[in-house]
């Protein structure tokens, strides 16, 4: 189970609304990566201990192995890419296992102007390789590209809130940190064999307000052929 963060905002005054939803949560293993409004809430202390309290173990910057029946995922979590300071030497190396399920948690699907010069060499290399092999382009601050390149099967992130607001026959407007129209709302993205799944979540940002944007919260079935 994996919480892609935005658990709460800076106008969060208790953490008790989401301890009430931490206790619903069913037995399976927690983890959490931080986000944006996370990181500026005034109750950002008490998230993490409440967080702790419930068993969600924090990826920020870390990474896990599970084993279950013989069946083993990685999962790497990356601190928030656009006011944490995620860890590039995390994805360096990573490389997915035969028979293993790698699995990057990112809070956003996108990284700000900050996490993409800390990631410099990455995105550098990927220009160059696009460049001289003429292959799809290179997205400078796509995480599902970054992930792809660094062959991870699964990218999960939130932050886009499905676009919160949609306008009929245009679609989301306006994702906080891309341009206009949006390349990354919600749903499956795909990148040679990695595929991003970015969830709609259930909160709102700014404005109380959805439209045609459902909450929701997402099962998702790994299969392997
Ligand atoms: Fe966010």
Redesign the pocket.
């Known amino acids: 189970m994996v919480l892609t ?2 658990l709460v905002d800076e106008h969060t005054n208790s953490i008790e609304p989401l301890n009430s939803l931490l206790e619903c949560l069913p037995e399976a293993p927690r983890f959490f990566v931080p ?3 996370d990181k500026i809430a005034p109750v950002t202390r008490e998230l993490y201990a409440s967080l702790s309290k419930y068993g969600v173990t924090i990826l920020d910057n870390k990474k896990v192995s599970l084993s279950k029946k013989g069946k083993r995922v990685s999962i790497v979590g990356l601190d ?1 890419p ?1 006011l944490g300071t995620p860890d590039p030497e995390l994805l360096t190396g990573h490389g997915a296992s035969e028979g293993e399920l790698s699995i990057l948690l990112c ?2 699907p996108t990284f700000g102007s900050q996490a993409v010069a800390q990631f410099k060499d990455t995105w550098d290399s990927c220009s160059k390789e696009v460049a001289t092999s003429q292959k799809p382009r290179f997205t400078s601050g796509s995480v599902l590209e970054l992930a792809s390149r660094h062959d991870f099967d699964l990218v999960l992130a ?2 886009t809130h499905g676009g919160q607001i949609k306008i009929p026959g245009l679609g989301a407007v306006f994702v ?1 940190g891309q341009g206009f129209p949006p390349r990354y709302v919600e749903g499956v993205y795909r990148s040679g064999s990695t595929a991003m799944f970015i969830t709609r979540g259930l909160g709102t ?1 700014r404005l109380p307000v959805r439209l045609f944007s459902r909450p929701e919260v997402a099962i998702i079935r790994w299969f392997t052929p």
């Open positions: 963060g935005d986000g944006n409004h928030d656009y809070h956003a939130g932050h906080p940002s």
